[in-house]
C-alpha cells in the first residue's frame, strides 16, 4: 500500500493548518527537502494572484488565506460530503445532519466572489475552477443521492482513483434510453413479483422486497458489466429478505416451480427447507459470455452465509487458477441491523486480505431499511453512526445510495465493480431504502414504528417514481410503462421464467464442472484400498528430508523430526501419529487429490506435532516438504488461520461443497473452542444435506481428552455430536492409532462417500509409547471402525473372557496399561473407532468372539451425562444377553475438574471399576 500521510491534500483541514505553515517554510529553506506532490502545489500557491505571502517572517499565508480555505471546503466534502447527503427515501424521518464544515461561512469564504479563480488541486473538474463552479461541482458529487465515504482510506492511489471516477467530469454515465427502459422493467418485474404472490398466495410468508425493489437492477448491473469485464462465475449469499424476488428476477428460477414450493409438493426425500432459504444456480447470457451464477443456501441465522460464500468463491478461483480475482466474483447481501450486529462479519472482513481466505474483492450490500425487525437500528441496534462502519476496518470505500433513485444505484454498482476489479478490494453499496411492510408478509409493524409507517404508507413505489420521471422525460410513455405490468404479470402466471437475464444452457466448461452425482445415495461401507507399499513410502519419508534446499536452515529439534519419520520410512522405528498423518496428506497428493488444512497453528500443530511448515532459522522463509514430495502431484496448502472459529469453519465448509475432490479439513486449537463456531455446526455440517441435499466431504480436527488440563482444555463436547447424528448426515470417528489416522483420512477421499468427517483426535497420545503402528499397518489392512483387544488373540483365551469393556479415544490405554499392570486375563479390551455411522454388524462380529461374557462395560473418562454414552446406549440394545453398563465420571456441569491431583483420582477410579478392581 501507498501511505504517503503528510504529502496528500486531503490533510488539509483546520487541525493541518499549521503543519501546512511548517511545510511551506521547509520549502523556502530548501525545495528537495519535501515531497515533489507538495512541490508541485507550493508552485500553483506562490503563483496564485489570491496567495498573501510574507517572506519577512518566513510565514506563507496569513493564517487562513482564501486559496487554503477552498481547498479545506474541497477536503470537507470529500470528508464528510456523505452526512448531507440525500440518501435517506424516507426524507424528513431521518436524523438530518447539518455539516457547517461544508458551508462557505465557516472557511471564511462568503464574502469572496462566486467569479474568483482559484486553484482547485487534485479536485477534478473542467470547467473553469471559479469559487461557484467548485462549490456547485462538490455538491453535484457529494451531497445528492450517492454519499461517497472513502476518505477513511490509508491508500492515497485508491483514494485518487476514486476522486478522478466519481467527481463532476468524470461523473454519472449518461444513460441511454433503452438502459433507463431496462432499468424500468427490472423495477417493474421486482414489484409486480411480489405484488403477485401477495395475492396469490395470500397469508403466506415470503420475506419480500417491497421498499428495495432497487436490489434487483443493482445485481442486474453487477452481473451484467462484470460479464463485459470477464466475469465467469458470481456466487452470491443473502438472507430470506427479497430472496425469492431474487431467485425469480436474477437467477432465473422458474415461476411455477416457486408456485409449487407455496403449495407444498416438494420432494419428500429429504427433510427439506423452506422456500426462502434455498438456493439455485443457472447461466446467464453477457455481452461478455455467459456467466454462471450460484445463490447459496441459507439458514435463518443472518450473516452466517458470508464466510461460507467466501470459501466457495475462493474454491472456484483455485480451480480456474484465479489469481486475481477476475473471473470469480462474490456477492453478499446483509441487513442493516445484522451486518452492525453481527460478530461474525467483523471476523469474515478480518479474513479478507489474508492469504489463506482472501478472494479479491467481495461486493458487500446492505439492504438498509432502517429497522431490525421491531428494533429502531439508530438509537437501540448500534453504536456507531452507520451500520457498515464495521467495514472501515479494512480501508474499504463505502457508498451509501438512496434507493429510490435507481439511477443512482446502478452507477454506485459501477463503480462499485470497478474498485474492485482494479484493486481486488472489498467494496460496500449501502441501499438506503425501507421495509414497506412488517417483518413478514402478517406482522404489524405500525406497533412498534408507527411515525415510520406513517410516512412509509403514502410513499409512492420506487417504481412508480422512476415511471413518472421517464414518461416526464420522454423516454416511455405512460401506456408503455403499464404495458411493461401487464406484460411481466403475464409471464407470472404462465409459470415460467420472468427473469429480465437471458438464460443460457452452456454451463461451465468440463475441466471446471465438480461432479457431485457419484457421491449421491452412496453406502459408508465401500471396499477401498487404502493402503501404500514400502517402497513409496520409503521414497516420500526420504524426500521429506532430501528435498529441503541446501541453504535452508531449519529448526535442529524440527530436523530430528523430519530425521526421525524418514526411519520410521525405513522400518527402523514405530511411527507416531505425525508421521501417520502426514504420510496420508503425501500419498493423497500423489493419487491427485488436494490438501487443504487450515486453522489455528495447525502448521506447527497446537502440540508440536505436525511441523507441516519449516521455517529458515536466519531469514524469513519457509518450507513446506508436502509441496516437494513428488514432481508431479496435487497442491496441499497448509494456513495458520486468524484467530476465529466461526468464520473459519464457515469458509472452510463453503470451499468444501465447492471441491470435493479436495481434502479441506479444519482443525481446533483445543476441541472445546469448536463451540465459537456452533452455529455452522447446526445449521450447516449436520443438516445441510437433509436441508438443501448439499453434499459436503468437509473434516474437523477436534483435540479431545480429559489430561488434568481443567475444564476448557479437556472437551470437543463429543455429546453434542453424537446427538446430532441421523440420516447418515456425517461421520464420528476417534482412531487412536497413527495407522488408522492414515487409513481414515485416505479412505475419506478415495471412497465415492462425502460426508462430513469429525475427528475427535489426540493430545498425550501424540506421543504415548504405546500409541504407535508398524510400517505394515500401512502396507496392509484398512480403517477398522470396530478394534479387538490387542492382548488376547488366541480363540481358547477370548472364550474364557467374563467382562468386556467398549471405549474409544485415550481411555483405552489407560484401561491397557493397568490391565496388564494386574495381569486381567479374562478381561477384552474393544475399542470403537468410529461411533457414527455406528458399525453395529462388526461390533456384532467382534463379540461374538466372546460368548461367556456376563458384563459388558462402556467406559468413558467424560461425565456420565457428556461423552458418547447418551447418543449411542440405545444402539447396544442389539445385545439382550447382556445389559450394557456404563463406567465414567459423575455427572458434572463443566467438561472436568481444575484440579491436576482431583483429575488424576477420578481417572484412577474409573480405570480401576472399569476392569472390575473397585473393591481393592
Known amino acids: 500500500m501507498n501511505y504517503q500521510q503528510g504529502m496528500d491534500e486531503s490533510f488539509l483541514d483546520g487541525d493541518h493548518a499549521v503543519f501546512l505553515e511548517q511545510l511551506y517554510s521547509r520549502y523556502q529553506q530548501d525545495p528537495g527537502s519535501v515531497d515533489t506532490h507538495w512541490q508541485a502545489y507550493f508552485q500553483r500557491l506562490d503563483a496564485s494572484p489570491i496567495s498573501s505571502v510574507s517572506n519577512g517572517n518566513g510565514k506563507v499565508m496569513e493564517h487562513r488565506t482564501e486559496q487554503l480555505h477552498v481547498s479545506r471546503l474541497i477536503n470537507a466534502y470529500r470528508y464528510l460530503g456523505h452526512l448531507e447527503a440525500d440518501t435517506n427515501p424516507l426524507g424528513d424521518y431521518a436524523y438530518k445532519v447539518s455539516v457547517p464544515q461544508l458551508m462557505l461561512e465557516h472557511h471564511d469564504l462568503e464574502k469572496v466572489s462566486l467569479d474568483t479563480v482559484f486553484d482547485p488541486g487534485s479536485f477534478n473538474i473542467t470547467a473553469k475552477p471559479t469559487l461557484g463552479n467548485i462549490l456547485s461541482a462538490l455538491r453535484e458529487t457529494y451531497v445528492r443521492t450517492i454519499g461517497f465515504e472513502y476518505m477513511h482510506i490509508l491508500d492515497v492511489q485508491e483514494k485518487r482513483w476514486l476522486q478522478r471516477r466519481i467527481e463532476p467530469d ?23 413479483f411480489e405484488q403477485y404472490l401477495h395475492r396469490r398466495f395470500v397469508g403466506q410468508k415470503r420475506f419480500g422486497l417491497e421498499g428495495g425493489e432497487s436490489l434487483i437492477p443493482l445485481l442486474q448491473t453487477l452481473i451484467h458489466e462484470g460479464g463485459r469485464q470477464g466475469l465467469q462465475e458470481v456466487v452470491i449469499g443473502m438472507a430470506h429478505r427479497g430472496r425469492l424476488n431474487v431467485l425469480t428476477n436474477v437467477l432465473c428460477k422458474s415461476a411455477g416451480e416457486l408456485f409449487k414450493e407455496f403449495e407444498g409438493k416438494i420432494d419428500e426425500t429429504y427433510t427439506g427447507d423452506v422456500k426462502y432459504h434455498k438456493g439455485f444456480s443457472c447461466d446467464v447470457s453477457t455481452e461478455g459470455g455467459p456467466v454462471h451464477l450460484v445463490l447459496a443456501f441459507n439458514p435463518s441465522h443472518l450473516e452466517i452465509v458470508s464466510p461460507v460464500v467466501e470459501g466457495s468463491v475462493r474454491a472456484r478461483q483455485d480451480r480456474r487458477e484465479d489469481r486475481d480475482g477476475d473471473q470469480v466474483l462474490g456477492i453478499s447481501i446483509h441487513g442493516d441491523a445484522a451486518f452492525a450486529g453481527q460478530g461474525v462479519v467483523m471476523e469474515t472482513f478480518n479474513m479478507a486480505q489474508t492469504r489463506g481466505y482472501r478472494t479479491r474483492g467481495t461486493i458487500h450490500i446492505v439492504i438498509n431499511n432502517q429497522v431490525g425487525f421491531t428494533t429502531s437500528t439508530v438509537s437501540d441496534s448500534r453504536s456507531t453512526y452507520y451500520p457498515t462502519d464495521v467495514a472501515k476496518m479494512i480501508n474499504t470505500p463505502i457508498f451509501h445510495v438512496n434507493g429510490d433513485d435507481p439511477e443512482a444505484v446502478v452507477y454506485a454498482a459501477q463503480v ?35 411515525v415510520m409507517y406513517s410516512i412509509i404508507r403514502d410513499l409512492p413505489t420506487t417504481r412508480a417514481k422512476y415511471a413518472t420521471y421517464l414518461s416526464e422525460a420522454g423516454v416511455v410513455s405512460a401506456g408503455g410503462a403499464k404495458g411493461l405490468v401487464d406484460a411481466y404479470r403475464t409471464k407470472l402466471a404462465n409459470g415460467g421464467i420472468t427473469c429480465c437475464n437471458s438464460q443460457t444452457r452452456s454451463g461451465l466448461p468440463p475441466e471446471l464442472q465438480t461432479h457431485w452425482k457419484v457421491y449421491v445415495d452412496q453406502p459408508w461401507r465401500q471396499d477401498v484400498d487404502t493402503t501404500c507399499s514400502a517402497e513409496r513410502i520409503l521414497g516420500i519419508s526420504e524426500r521429506w528430508v532430501s528435498n529441503i534446499p ?39 497428493v500423489e493419487d491427485g487429490f488436494d490438501v487443504r488444512l487450515s486453522g489455528q497453528d495447525c502448521g506447527r500443530g497446537t502440540f508440536s506435532h505436525r511441523h507441516s511448515v519449516l521455517h529458515h532459522q536466519k531469514r524469513r522463509e519457509q518450507w513446506i516438504p508436502l509441496q516437494h514430495t513428488a514432481d508431479f502431484q496435487a497442491k496441499f496448502t497448509v494456513i495458520d488461520s486468524v484467530l476465529s472459529e466461526e468464520a473459519v469453519l464457515a469458509f472452510e465448509y463453503g470451499y468444501a461443497t ?93 471412497r465415492k462417500y462425502r460426508k462430513p468427517l469429525i475427528v475427535f483426535t489426540p493430545k498425550s497420545l501424540l506421543r504415548h509409547p504405546l500409541a504407535i503402528s508398524k510400517l505394515e499397518e500401512f502396507t496392509n489392512g484398512k480403517f477398522e471402525v470396530v478394534m479387538d483387544d490387542v492382548d488376547i488373540t488366541d480363540v481358547g483365551a477370548k472364550e474364557q473372557v467374563k467382562r468386556v469393556i ?115
Not at 482494479?422 to 412488517?438: N, S, T
Not at 520410512?569 to 511411527?575: I, M, Y
Not at 453398563?885 to 483429575?903: D, I, N, T
Open 550 to 588: 541446501p541453504d535452508f536452515v531449519p529448526h535442529p529439534r524440527v530436523l530430528k523430526v523430519l530425521e526421525a519419520r524418514a526411519a520410521m520410512g525405513r522400518g527402523e522405528q514405530p511411527a507416531d501419529w505425525g508421521f501417520g498423518e502426514t504420510l496420508a496428506y503425501a500419498t493423497l
Open 658 to 750: 465447492a471441491e470435493p475432490e479436495t481434502l479441506v479439513i479444519w482443525e481446533a486449537q483445543f476441541g472445546d473452542f469448536v463451540n465459537g463456531a456452533q452455529v455452522v455446526i447446526d445449521q450447516f455440517i449436520s443438516s445441510g444435506e437433509q436441508k438443501w441435499q448439499r453434499l459436503c466431504g468437509l473434516v474437523m480436527f477436534l483435540p479431545h481428552g480429559l489430561e488434568g488440563q481443567g475444564p476448557e482444555h479437556s472437551s470437543a463436547r463429543l455429546e453434542r455430536f453424537v446427538q446430532m447424528t441421523a440420516q447418515e448426515n456425517m461421520q464420528i470417528c476417534i482412531p487412536s492409532t497413527p495407522a488408522q489416522v492414515f487409513h481414515m483420512l485416505r479412505r475419506q477421499m478415495i
Open 416 to 450: 462499485a465493480l470497478e474498485y474492485r476489479q482494479l484493486f481486488q478490494k472489498d467494496v460496500v453499496i449501502d441501499l438506503v431504502c425501507y421495509r414497506r411492510l412488517g417483518h413478514n408478509e402478517a406482522d404489524e409493524p405500525t406497533m412498534t414504528q408507527p
Open 806 to 920: 467398549m471405549c474409544s479415544g485415550k481411555v483405552y490405554y489407560d484401561l491397557l496399561e493397568e490391565r496388564r499392570k494386574q495381569g486381567l486375563g479374562d478381561v477384552a479390551i474393544v475399542r470403537l473407532e468410529q461411533l457414527y455411522p455406528f458399525p453395529a454388524q462388526e461390533l456384532v462380529d467382534v463379540m461374538e468372539y466372546y460368548p461367556s461374557a456376563r458384563s459388558v462395560i462402556w467406559c468413558q473418562e467424560e461425565p456420565v451425562n457428556q461423552g458418547a454414552w447418551n447418543g449411542i446406549k440405545h444402539r447396544f440394545e442389539a445385545y439382550d444377553y447382556a445389559e450394557v453398563v456404563c463406567v465414567s465420571r459423575p455427572a458434572m456441569a463443566a467438561p472436568a475438574v481444575g484440579s491436576l491431583y482431583m483429575h488424576q483420582r477420578q481417572q484412577q477410579a474409573l480405570v480401576r471399576e472399569a476392569l472390575g478392581l473397585e473393591g481393592d
Open 170 to 192: 468524470m461523473a454519472r454515465c449518461r444513460l441511454t434510453h433503452p438502459q433507463r427502459r431496462k432499468i424500468l422493467e427490472s423495477l417493474t418485474a421486482a414489484e409486480g
